[in-house]
């Protein structure tokens, strides 16, 4: 019991994770500033900005809910350090239990969710249409993305644990598959979403001129839905990694982490943000036609 | 070329007086009376582009004019009348017009010209607790 | 000096507020934080939610109409909290003092950290000014 507890805190829950979450951030605002010319912060800047968020003042709007206000973002922040821990104790102790697949894409909604009620616990028009684009982007996403993940599923022979996923890719990975590769690629885009990035990020800066779903949210609350937008960084590859790359095996696997996370900061900067509407139309077309081409794909055995 | 400038003149004959600047810049002035008919007839039944409203304050009257473009001759057509002081009222074009409410609003007061059966009379730049001087005037000063 | 206030020191939040500005003090801070000054290495990023902000930047007088509205932005800011008036007109007043519509300076109304004078202020100018200010409070806390 004390062992869990030490997972889900320490390593490679909490303290772990958001270490490695502000590295992460870090990584994505130096490489912005390098492709557009400029000098980017220095390394502790995120930690700066979390502990400079801690010393605000929280003013919470009277007319709003008080409760669901501060609440939302706690529990956003448990089931994502829930997430990584069972991510990592299924890659480097291979427990878990059988269906914590299907658990951990369950979590992996909570911070989109804990996001929408915390903006409509805010009592202000702007967060609730931040809100309603945010609803609008996770219908959109999340049927690609379902559909994607059952490819590794078919093709592991029906496995619903994690580490049942990994062990299957031993002779070799999901990805150097045909209907594998073409799964990676649609949950790559929705990985996008997800994450809250440009070309998706409609909902959370659109109204960016004002700030969003988090335009009320003041000091610690704030802070906690910044490191959880962070922690989500790490992750949400190294569910990809575990589902079609293989898992992380040895040390140098890493690297796989570090390819990932710079194609998603090189689509960032490269691409117009999208509308709403758009984003829908992307992916409830091509994607979800993709993503059940692979699926027959993974049927037939490719 | 002016054809525009024609019609109008056909129309209205000598109820108004018709200044030509230079090809493309006209003014033409016109008795508050009338104001509302003329600036009608060129809206709507010549179809010309409604631009903005101006005004400045002369001795005895303040000046407003009204200002239309004709985009395929490159042509501006002002509409200008003398409102006399005091009690300066003339009527409203904000119904016919729509873009012209606003404009209306800082005329009014600013320069202190009343527009009669205005939709929106309130202040646009200055507080609602103002007191009362017109801060274009020049007898302010 | 507490960690919490060199945290604060190096990952400042500005926001923008612009009353009645002629927007080239506007222009000049958006300079300020394009690729080419470059302010995000300081830590300096632009909120887009007053809530979210510590320095609110002023740009432009202060216009008796905006005057309440002014205030409550100033108070919905979260403590610690502090006001930079960039340009002349923010500073002092500038050209507009004594004005029909001039209220008074910013510094009447609100606690000012920083002024930085220029019309407009250059990117460099208002990267100086900021500089000071840092340095300043770093000394005094």
Redesign the interface.
Known sequence: MSKLIFNYIIFPGFLFTAVAGMLASWID?KVT?RV???????LL?P???I??L??????VPSEGNCFVFLVAPLVGFASIILVSTMLWLGILEKSGFSGDFIVVFYLLTMPSIMLMLGAFASANPLASLGASREMKLVMGYELPFVLAAIVPVIKSGGHITLSGIISAQSGHVFLASCSGFVAFIVSMLCMQAKLGLVPFDAPEAE??????V??????IP?GIFKLTKWMMMVTLPVFLIVLFWGGMGSFWEILKYVVLLVVIVLLRNTNPRVRVDQALRFFWGPMTALSLIAVILALAGK | MNDCVNKIKERFGNRLNVFEKSAKRIYIDVKPEDWTEVAGFIFNDLYARYQIMTGTDTKDAVEVLLHFAFDKDGMVVSLRTLVKKPGCEIDSVANMITGAEWIEREIMEILGVKFRNHPNPKHL???EDWDG?Y?FRKDNV | MG??TN??L??LWVFHFGSATCNNCDIEVLDALT??Y?L??F?IQL???I??A?VMLVCGFIN??VVPKFKEIYT?M???KLVVAIGGCACSGGMFTGS??FFETVDKIVPVAAYIPGCPPKPEAIIAGVVKLVTALKGSK
């Open positions: 605002r500033a557009q010319w400029r000098v980017g912060p220095p800047q930690l700066y900005d502990i400079k801690s010393g605000k003042e929280i003013i109204t960016e001129i004002m700030g969003g988090v335009i009320e949210y003041s000091g704030l | 730049l200055l507080t001087k801060p | 960690i919490k945290s604060l190096k990952s690729p080419r470059d995000e290495r830590g909120a887009g939610s809530r979210h510590d008796k109409k919905q979260p403590a610690p029909y519509n």
